[in-house]
């Protein structure tokens, strides 16, 4: 069973400042996406990355993935209140490309 | 505009009662899942469905059944063998299966269930 981990769980910041969310996972896999969750809905599609070194950038988030290092960073530049939400991970499993395995996700505060 | 479609949005369980829950897609997509997500945490696999009368158990099928008559349609059943239902349940759809998943997938907006 692969398993993934982010981190930090929780993150409270201040609008401007830049900050990284870390998301390991524990076998081989060459398909990684992140996803945001708003209180109460469902979960929107950020970013899809499919090879080593990838690297994704939508406004002021930036995702990349390092696949020997079985690493998927998400990147935040100068935070606004907007962003405050629940990032997850989720790591496609190479041994049966159906299942996806996903982290517990890090929740976000953006302080005004 | 094409989606998924999950309701009702809130279901109330009785013990000892079966609950069905649908999931309804206009994506043409051929793979559906459901994932349940429980406070604080991730999303867990429940079913997945790759093709019309298939499909598969994920890591937590106990207590779960689900069919897979039509391909826009993927409902699933909380059983009364399932102890803790209460949790909010995903619906996913992708526009392929196996290694065609590049594009990850499309979510449903949810059912929270609570057992009273």
């Known amino acids: 069973e692969l398993k993934v981990e982010q981190n930090p769980l929780f993150l409270s910041m201040q609008e401007g400042k830049n900050y990284t969310i870390y998301c390991n996972y524990s076998t081989t896999s060459d398909r990684l996406y992140w996803y945001r969750q708003d209180p109460g809905k469902s979960l929107e599609s950020l970013f899809v990355?499919?090879?080593?070194?990838a690297v994704k950038q939508e406004g002021r988030l930036m995702a990349s993935l390092d696949t020997k290092a079985r690493l998927s960073t998400l990147h935040i530049t100068a935070a606004v209140h907007d962003l405050s939400a629940t990032y997850f991970c989720?790591?496609?499993?190479?041994?049966?490309?159906?299942?996806?395995?996903f982290g517990s996700g890090t929740k976000l505060n953006v302080k005004p | 505009d094409g989606g998924i479609t999950q309701s009702p949005k809130y279901l109330f369980r009785k013990e000892g009662q079966n609950v069905t829950l649908s999931c309804e897609q206009n994506l043409n997509h051929d793979a559906m899942y459901w994932y349940r997500q429980d406070p604080g945490q991730g999303l867990r696999l429940i079913y997945y469905?790759?093709?019309?009368?298939?499909?598969q158990k994920g890591d937590i099928a106990e207590g779960y059944s689900v069919s897979r008559e039509k391909k826009e349609s993927f409902p699933l059943t909380v059983t009364s063998a399932q102890k803790n239902p209460t949790a909010f349940y995903l619906c996913?759809?992708?526009?392929?299966?196996?290694?065609?998943?590049?594009?990850?997938?499309?979510f449903g907006s949810g059912t929270r269930l609570t057992v009273v």
């Open positions: 990355l499919l090879s080593n070194g």
């Open positions: 469905s790759q093709i019309v009368n298939d499909f």
């Open positions: 989720a790591v496609g499993y190479q041994y049966n490309f159906n299942k996806f395995y």
């Open positions: 996913a759809s992708s526009i392929g299966a196996g290694r065609y998943t590049n594009y990850g997938y499309t």
